[in-house]
């Protein structure tokens, strides 16, 4: 009887378990776009690697694959907030434009919506703070003299408000991230993201 050559049979071994579950030819650059979804300007991905997979206990032929990574900041932190705070400013300056067009315009009742959601998130978060805030308000932009502007809004005082609501937004998502106030470049935070994958007949593909 023919006896395949150790080498071969390797081989073969790992081909037969790599069906088993999908590459990270497959998986990765689907999860990465997952883990993308964390980015703003001034943050960048590292470190990006498969860490675990797991058969989906409810069907064989569905696999979760998870990888961790580690955001990064490419610029401080206050400079990282105003990076964003500054066009989603502009962006709730159109929002309120548009509110403010007639009554039934349904595009009008969405931009009015999304300027509430946002203004309301930034009211939360401050309150949530207690007498805390202002101390913290100030450190940031003591350490951030574009920030400083930017928040007290001396060029355009009729944008300051909605200037701050944007500020304390972008500022509350990084907390939420896990960034530390006054974080430097190089600082990071580990993170995860995973996609579910079916295996077909044309190989493993991303779950819908």
Same mark, same amino acid.
């Given at each position: 009887?023919?006896?395949?050559?150790?080498?071969?049979?390797?081989?073969?071994?790992?081909?037969?378990?790599?069906?088993?579950?999908?590459?990270?030819?497959?998986?990765?650059?689907?999860?990465?776009?997952?883990?993308?979804?964390?980015? $703003?300007?001034?943050?960048?991905?590292?470190?990006? =690697?498969?860490?675990?997979? %797991?058969? +989906?206990?409810?069907? /064989?032929? *569905?696999y979760?694959?998870?990888?961790?990574?580690?955001l990064?900041?490419?610029?401080?932190?206050?400079?990282?907030?105003?990076?964003?705070?500054?066009?989603?400013?502009?962006?709730?300056?159109?929002?309120?434009?548009?509110?403010?067009?007639?009554?039934?315009?349904?595009?009008?009742?969405?931009?009015?919506?999304? $300027?509430?959601?946002?203004?309301?998130?930034?009211? =939360?978060?401050?309150?949530? %703070?207690? +007498?805390?805030?202002? /101390?913290? *308000?100030?450190?940031?932009?003591?350490?951030?003299?574009?920030?400083?502007?930017f928040?007290?809004?001396?060029?355009?005082?009729?944008?300051?408000?909605?200037?701050?609501?944007?500020?304390?937004?972008?500022?509350?998502?990084?907390?939420?991230?896990?960034?530390?106030?006054?974080?430097?470049?190089?600082?990071?935070?580990?993170?995860?993201?995973?996609?579910?994958?079916?295996?077909?007949?044309?190989?493993?593909?991303?779950?819908?």
């Amino acid at each position: 009887m023919f006896k395949a050559a150790p080498a071969v049979l390797a081989v073969s071994l790992l081909a037969g378990c790599s069906e088993n579950r999908p590459s990270d030819k497959v998986a990765g650059p689907v999860v990465r776009q997952q883990a993308e979804t964390d980015l $703003l300007e001034g943050l960048e991905i590292v470190d990006f =690697q498969r860490s675990n997979g %797991q058969v +989906d206990p409810v069907s /064989a032929y *569905r696999y979760k694959v998870t990888y961790t990574y580690r955001l990064r900041l490419a610029r401080p932190f206050g400079e990282v907030v105003l990076a964003t705070a500054r066009p989603l400013s502009e962006e709730l300056h159109q929002a309120m434009a548009g509110a403010a067009r007639a009554d039934g315009d349904w595009d009008a009742l969405q931009q009015s919506t999304r $300027l509430m959601r946002f203004s309301m998130a930034a009211s =939360q978060w401050v309150a949530n %703070q207690g +007498d805390g805030f202002d /101390a913290r *308000r100030d450190a940031l932009l003591a350490a951030c003299e574009p920030c400083r502007a930017f928040w007290e809004s001396a060029d355009d005082p009729g944008r300051a408000e909605l200037r701050r609501i944007a500020f304390i937004n972008v500022w509350s998502y990084l907390e939420d991230k896990q960034f530390r106030d006054g974080a430097q470049v190089g600082d990071s935070v580990e993170r995860y993201a995973w996609h579910y994958f079916e295996k077909t007949e044309k190989g493993w593909l991303p779950a819908s």
